[in-house]
């Protein structure tokens, strides 16, 4: 048993005689052999439950989703009717919207949080100022989303009207701006998401920065390159495969986002071109209907919208997982 | 004398062509106008809860029932919401402290090196990554639709499973930071493992444990998703575990949407409390963090 705690040292080389009396010492306390073999079992067996708590999150969704599986199949995902009192349900909208609202906030989220990363990983600023200036761009994840949704309904949707007026007026022949603004929309919520994932890819594109060994900058300078030139041409191209993996990081996290996008998206199932129009998403209508759900085909079809957000976050959280990892191989 | 220089010298000490200082200035402007854009909202949201929130909370706030819409001076609070939340969040953390330490301690001391070790970190990152209204989802076909009723027992499951992944992954990382020597002091001292874990290596690793609880608290109490259909909301005290439960979050996003002002307000206000609490958290843990560092 104390192999365990030896852990690292013992790993590599056979114990050495002061190991094997230690552990002949240890072993007299039959008690203690039993106590220590006992907790060793127990923190695997809660380790081994954490960890299947993925499969039972997943089990329990695809069992309640079942009489929606079984009466709509494949089908739901291509179907546009969401019909509560004749009990149609399709679930096209939802993933149209979900994926576009998150397709905005990364288009927004990834050159603005690439910028905060550089600025706070370079030397532009003393150090006094780029890691508080850091720590602060990173708080705003830890304002709650429904505190974000109430900003976004009092402040947010107020000063963005004029602005999509504006591009309504001027460029309605575009279908991406075709309708006329309510207030409430894609657009809005794209931009809500993009405040909301931000954090995620600033941050985790600052450890990828501060990772480039600071030799590949100081040979580049000497080279003659100014500093966005080794910015461009040298730290960037090294750093490609993190800033992607936080780039899907907070994909994961837009797909899933829920109370934030519910408050500004406006809630209305369509698929329309224009940005301005308003949406729906997958998270969003789980939050509006399930209180309400009383039939089981009803409950059963939110169970497989949730089902396809459950995996759709799962493929990219993996992804994002993995692109992290690769990079921390490499280095 | 200017004749005698060659040419590629002069390259060397002549200053750097308009061109590229025009585009590292330019793009030095750029990089800091979306640094400033990145800080805007957050600065936005806390000047709009200081403007909005924080003048209106008294007394009252805190020790009474919200008052039915539109009855004049009448105490309004929303003592129940935060009772409820108080409750809900404590549900979450009596299950998920004890499991995610545990969960931490085989990662980081028993399983350390082992390939199914990393598979189960690995598995607790994706965990950490599922959307919490598919965790509410799952709280309300697992509780919800067993019990037959909304309640507060539903909404503290669901968040015990949003604050699990927190707590184990901050204390593996605080685990991680004890030295190996004071591991084998202590077994050369004659502890079983058992003794060392406990007395040797979580008491090291306190601080950052800790650290990692007051975060996942702060996640917990500040989510909504996961209780608008597990524990619902009710306008009056929490009746027990099995029934429907208020909470601050859920209060915000209601009177969010209501058509009444001083609902409004209120929306502010709670914000005001859930913020000051979630930033408190926040900043106390960085301190501890900082703390450990200089050490």
Redesign the interface.
Known sequence: MTDNLQGESSGDRPPTDFEQIGSEILATGQFDVWVSQGFGWLVAGIAGLTTLLLFWIGWVIFERAQPAIQAFGWGFLTSQEWNIIDLKFGALPYIYGTLVSSAIALILAVPIGLAAALVTSEKFLPPWVRSPLAFVIELIAAIPSVIIGLWGIFVLIPVMQPIQLWLYKNFSQFPLFSTEPFGPGMLVAGVILAIMILPTIAAISRDVLLAVPSDLRTASMALGATRWETIFRVLLPTAVSGVLGAAILGLGRALGETMAVTMVIGNSAQISPSLLNLAYTIPAVLANEFAEALDDLHIGALMYLALILFGLTLAVNVAAVFMVRVLNHGR | MEDNFNPDLRDLISP?PLG??L??AG??A??????G???L??L??LA??LIEGVPHLSWEVFTSLPAPVGSQGEPNGFANAILGTLIMVGIGAVLSIP??V??A???A?????KPI?S??R??????S??????????A???IV?TFKG?SALAGGFALA?VM?PVV?LATEEALKLVP?PQ??A???L?A???Q??FRIVVATALPGITTGVLLAV??A?????PL??TA?FTQNWPEGLLKPAPSL?VL??NY??SAFVEQ?QM??SA?AI??GM??LF?ILS?LVINRRLEK
């Open positions: 750097l590229r200082s585009f590292s793009m030095t750029i990089a800091f106008l979306l640094t854009l990145a800080l909202p957050l936005a949201i709009k809860i499991i995610g545990l969960t301690i085989y990662l001391e028993f399983g350390k090196g070790a598979i189960l690995f598995m607790v990152t994706i965990l990554g599922v959307p919490s209204i598919v965790v509410g989802v799952f309300y076909g697992v639709l909304f499973i699990l184990t190996t591991r084998l202590s077994a050369a004659g079983n493992p058992l060392t874990t702060a996640r109490a500040g989510e909504t998703a608008i259909f619902l979050s915000i996003y969010a949407n409004n929306a502010w914000s859930l913020v979630v930033l926040n960085r």
